[in-house]
């Protein structure tokens, strides 16, 4: 019999509808391991963007400039090996983290997990625990619903626009920028970064939460290729707790037949009570019971939980817990395995080599551009004269008086002869010089070295090469 496509769309559905889910509040250690580290890289975050050093703001990455500021250091384009150097060491961390203990980052410290966590707080804040929450959103409209939902979409708007503002102050000086916001005057440019990133973080903290880890993110796709019988999971003790089977915390009777119905109802049943505290406190939402999942972001949320109902059930914790495949089959589980050996190897060697190069980064830079309008040109007292144009790059946080001098083969004159140049901290000062010497003596072109040195520090000078083109006889 024939349908029409009404009758097809109303019967059937090729895909589950996307479930809601409402995390409820837990308290324990892990809980509050998470908060801590929230409040940490939340009050680094906001706090930074804020702190001062030596006159200027300690962190700003100042692209018209190409100039990149952090603290002490000022890092040029040329110094984009050292970002490199960086990121490297970043993916390498997260594969030996990894490989040892899961996905520590995504329950702790991706960016993601906190800001989903604060917004799950104001939430919780304006509508309640999460049973208040789902029956709130399961009556019809009143002003009560009107005004809690107005209250926390309030809330998450201050809160994404600030921080939108704040990500934007870390490109465009943020006291500036502020200045720029209390007083109307903000670019069309800056506007739209603040909006841009304030909604990004508005929809994905918001909004989408758990479906940016389980359908957006790609490391939850790849997580398995690094996981091994040794690597620390959350996991649920199947051996320990099945078969599931509610059983009473506080029977009548007093302590002595509370201690008997409870070993006559552990004889028949597992310390798992089915009680879905675990399934409740999930911001994915999954069954950790059902065994270790993409969708798992290792926050130990249900191990708070589990711990909580074991401990009042007069019951050992545990039954969900950080362990091993290999711990959880009484096997004796491998820490120094080759893949951590290897990957601690490799981490250990970049951190020591880049925290070597950064510390042995030339302050000073020196770049030589000879001028191509003309190969040369020949003066009346029959020297041969070449263009150039210096850039001195000063990456120190002092300001230095630098001195230039030209060496070749041959007795070279510098014009200007005075090339005694200023240059303040952090900045490119471009100098032009001429360059002149004999036509013929020596006969054709060769390499000259230009060199600036601090007049005040010795120790602290550069290097560049360049082409003097002459003719020949």
Request: aromatic share 12%; proline share 4%; charged share 20%.
């Amino acid at each position: 019999m024939n349908r029409t496509a009404a009758e097809i769309n109303s019967s059937d559905s090729l895909y589950e509808a996307q479930q809601k889910v409402y995390p409820r509040e837990v308290v324990g250690r892990f809980a509050r391991l998470r908060v801590s580290a929230g409040w940490i890289l939340l009050g680094l975050y906001y706090a930074n963007a804020w702190l001062q050093w030596n006159g200027r703001q300690a962190f700003l990455f100042d692209l018209p400039a190409r100039k990149f500021y952090v603290l002490g250091l000022v890092l040029w384009p040329q110094d984009f090996i050292f970002l490199t150097g960086l990121l490297i060491i970043a993916a390498l961390s997260l594969f030996f983290f990894t490989a040892l203990a899961g996905r520590l980052w995504c329950g702790y410290a991706c960016p993601q997990t906190v800001w989903t966590e604060v917004f799950l707080w104001m939430e919780r804040f304006a509508e309640g625990s999460r049973g208040e929450r789902m029956k709130l959103d399961q009556a019809p409209w009143s002003a009560k619903k009107l005004y809690r939902k107005s209250l926390k979409q309030g809330l998450w708007i201050i809160f994404a626009l600030w921080t939108g503002f704040t990500f934007v102050g870390y490109f465009t000086p943020i006291r500036s920028l502020a200045h720029e916001v209390l007083t109307a005057s903000l670019g069309s440019w800056e506007t739209f970064w603040i909006l841009f990133y304030g909604s990004a973080t508005y929809v994905n903290a918001g909004f989408l939460r758990e479906q940016v880890c389980k359908y957006m993110c790609p490391y939850a796709r790849f997580q398995g290729a690094m996981f091994d019988r040794d690597t620390l999971v959350i996991t649920y003790d199947a051996e320990r707790g099945e078969p599931r089977g509610r059983r009473r915390a506080n029977p009548a009777g007093g302590p002595a037949a509370a201690t008997k119905t409870a070993a006559a109802t552990a004889a028949k049943t597992g310390s798992c009570i089915d009680c879905t505290w675990c399934v409740q406190v999930c911001p994915t939402g999954i069954d950790i019971r059902k065994g270790l999942q993409l969708e798992c972001i290792a926050c130990a949320a249900c191990v708070d939980a589990c711990d909580a109902v074991m401990t009042r059930i007069g019951e050992p914790i545990g039954l969900i817990r950080y362990a091993t495949q290999h711990s959880l089959e009484h096997q004796s589980t491998r820490i120094a395995r080759p893949r951590i050996v290897i990957y601690g190897t490799l981490l250990g060697a970049l951190v020591a080599a880049w925290s070597v190069a950064l510390a042995l980064r030339d302050p000073l830079a020196l770049d030589v551009i000879r001028d191509r309008n003309a190969l040369y040109r020949m003066l009346e007292d029959g020297r041969v004269e070449n263009v150039y144009d210096l850039k001195i790059i000063n990456k120190t946080e002092q300001a230095h008086q630098f001195k230039v001098r030209v060496t070749g083969s041959a007795e070279l004159d510098l014009d200007p002869r005075e090339t005694t140049y200023r240059v303040g901290a952090g900045d490119v000062y471009p100098a032009g010089i001429r360059v002149r010497r004999p036509a013929y003596e020596p006969q054709g072109s060769e390499t000259i070295r230009f060199t600036v040195e601090a007049l005040d520090d010795p120790g602290l000078q550069a290097s560049a090469t360049a082409r003097f083109i002459a003719p020949t006889r």
